[in-house]
């Protein structure tokens, strides 16, 4: 098996195409294939609703909801949305308006929402002093209201994740979805770095269904370790930043200047 020591893999094909090989990850994976119009029309008539994104996008980038209706296709790239009569012209649509670079298309799944609005949990897995992968943050992201994807960039909101799951579970089994969430994020990284064992930092975005089935979305190899700053748990920031700081993935903290009270001034001898 060939391994590569590289310590970002922007590819989304190749990271899918490495955790499916193992079996515990592969079940939590939605359908992704490569587009062209034969794969795309193959997807929509299985599962009705896909979305279509760059292999290498970030920040959900030209990411595409594509939805196939009784008479009409429909295609939502940001707050835009566009219906067609016919998957052809739908097609032609989507080539014209997309980036000229590879896209997938992945079977859609259609997540819980917070307050209507769709939410997913991002969760961080960092290699510790030891190398060895642990889960030290997870964090929700709401989408925007009129938009598709749930990143903070593009107008997601960071939210605690227990905020998001007591509308359908509370209790022990609120406690066992977290667990399935952090052990989801920590199996699919540790899957991915067999294949790319320079890896030091995974983030996995997990969709939940509304069976509270969790699915891995996508996983980010260059994840934002900042967006925990907006937890009211402030040790868990601290600890995926310094974590990140230790793999040198962000820059050292600066150290803040003495402070010198009036009185400890005025014991100072003056410099002559």
Known sequence: MKTSARKNVLSKWLKTKAI????????????????NEKSLGKMLRRYSMVYIKPEAGTYGN???????GNDSY???????????????????????NKPKRPYLV??????????????????????????AWEMTGMIGRVAHPRKIVTNYHCGGKP????????????????????????????DAAKALSRTYPGLNMVGADIGLDNRLRPWIIELNTNPDPYIFRHLADKSI??????YARA????????????????RSLSNKPLQR
């Open 20 to 35: 499916l090989k193992d079996p515990k990850v592969r079940m939590l994976v939605p359908e992704t294939r490569r587009m």
């Open 247 to 262: 793999l040198k993935r962000i820059p050292k903290a600066k150290s803040k200047p003495k402070r010198y009270s009036n």
């Open 159 to 186: 939210t605690e994740v227990r905020t998001l799951l007591k509308p359908f579970v509370s209790g022990e089994n609120l406690s066992k979805i977290e667990k399935t969430l952090s052990k989801a994020g920590y």
């Open 74 to 96: 429909s295609y939502q790239e940001k707050e835009k949305k566009r219906v067609f009569d016919s998957f052809p012209s739908m097609y032609q649509s989507i080539v014209r």
């Open 237 to 242: 920031a601290r600890k995926v930043l310094s």
């Open 62 to 68: 030209g990411v595409m909801r594509v939805e196939q």
């Open 106 to 131: 992945q079977k859609g799944i259609h997540l819980l929402k917070y307050k209507g609005r769709r939410f997913d949990i991002r969760v961080m897995v960092q290699r510790n002093r030891k190398r």
